[in-house]
């Protein structure tokens, strides 16, 4: 079992950043690939950002690209999602999720282990 637990949500206005924690717990982290995921009202969860277990390799959703980054300290068991240049478009909640493997995907069912959620919310 891995448990995921996210920090950093919270309220900013439109331009501002946040920064986003996912810390884990249980099996050893640098065996599973990490990603980022958001679900506002109304929508399907979508793909933000995802990282290799080494963090060699990282993608983005195109809605991010450039504004975002996505980043992990194995030595801390922790991955990152810097956020710049928000926008209210980027109001959702925000969960981490855990791969097992060397290489994340974009598909949400392909995680096996998903955090509870932080809260985005940018307002105009």
């Known amino acids: 079992q891995v448990q995921l637990v996210e920090s950093g949500g919270g309220l900013v206005q439109a331009g501002g950043s946040l920064r986003l924690s996912c810390a884990t717990s249980?099996?050893?982290?640098?065996?599973?690939?990490m990603g980022w995921f958001r679900q506002a009202p109304g929508k399907e969860r979508e793909f933000v950002a995802a990282i290799s277990w080494s963090g060699g390799s990282t993608y983005y959703a195109d809605s991010v690209k450039g504004r975002f980054t996505i980043s992990r300290v194995n030595a801390k068991n922790t991955v990152y999602l810097q956020m710049n240049s928000l926008k209210v478009e980027d109001t959702a909640v925000y969960y981490c999720?855990?791969?097992?493997?060397?290489?994340?995907?974009?598909?949400?069912?392909?995680?096996?282990?998903w955090g509870q959620g932080t809260q985005v919310t940018v307002s105009s």
């Open positions: 999720s855990a791969k097992r493997g060397i290489m994340p995907t974009m598909i949400p069912e392909e995680y096996d282990y």
């Open positions: 249980g099996r050893t982290f640098s065996n599973y690939a």
